[in-house]
């Protein structure tokens, strides 16, 4: 009716980084500020392992190694989860694409869907100093709120701020070993994604190596302009 290039769909963000970057912390902030879904490969990857699927047996070993889980099996459960319900109000993916080819059929997907990808925003780190953000993360395994031993303490030693939980869990593979795996396929095979999305004028790069709440407020910033 109003003939508008891109009628109003769900807007898709995407968080773009090297582990312990922020991506997880940030797309969780977007999620409360602005209700969209985070959508990250890594938590779905750890679903399926801990589910004992088929696609988490394949994956359980490479994950561990620090190497990238195949296309294949990413898309699966990317798409799959991305045509769930809560998902039409816009997401934030963190953690994928992480290869050309999964950007590639990103595109694809979302052409079917009529959507587009509002934006990519790059978190820029000192790649060097990720060692240390991953060496001190934790997690709160009842409700999902990220922590860090000496960046992001809890209030009280051991509880989690937001729901009060004491089951704190440490990834498996946030040791000093596979986190240089880890960058390396970061460097490897994901920062060609950058100029993938700069070539598309979706690129929007933030210094990530700040305040975490100044951080938030950057890229707040960025989502409500392309996201009206
Ligand atoms: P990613 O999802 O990119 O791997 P996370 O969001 O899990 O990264 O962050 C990695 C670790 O660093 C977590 O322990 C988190 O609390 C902490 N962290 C996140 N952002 C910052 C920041 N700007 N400064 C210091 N530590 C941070
Ligand atoms: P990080 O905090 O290091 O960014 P994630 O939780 O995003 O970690 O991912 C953990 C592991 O899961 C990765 O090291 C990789 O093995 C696998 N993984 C997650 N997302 C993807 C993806 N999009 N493509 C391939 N492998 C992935
Ligand atoms: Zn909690």
Known sequence: MDGSKHPETAPVLILLGPPGAGKGTQARMLQE??????LSTGDLL???????????ETAKTVMSSGGLVSDEIVLQILS???AEEDCAGGVVLDGFPRTTGQAEALDTLLETSGQRINAAIALEVDNVKM?????GRFTCGDCGEGYHDNFKPTRVDGVCDGCGSTNMTRRADDNAQTVMSRLDAYQEQTEPLIAYYDAKASLQRVDAMGDIEAIGQKIAQIVSKVTV
């Open 33 to 38: 500020q602005f209700g969209f879904v985070q």
């Open 46 to 56: 750890r679903a399926a392992v801990a589910a004992g699927t088929q696609a988490g």
């Open 80 to 82: 799959d989860r991305l």
């Open 131 to 135: 060692v240390l953000r991953i060496a």
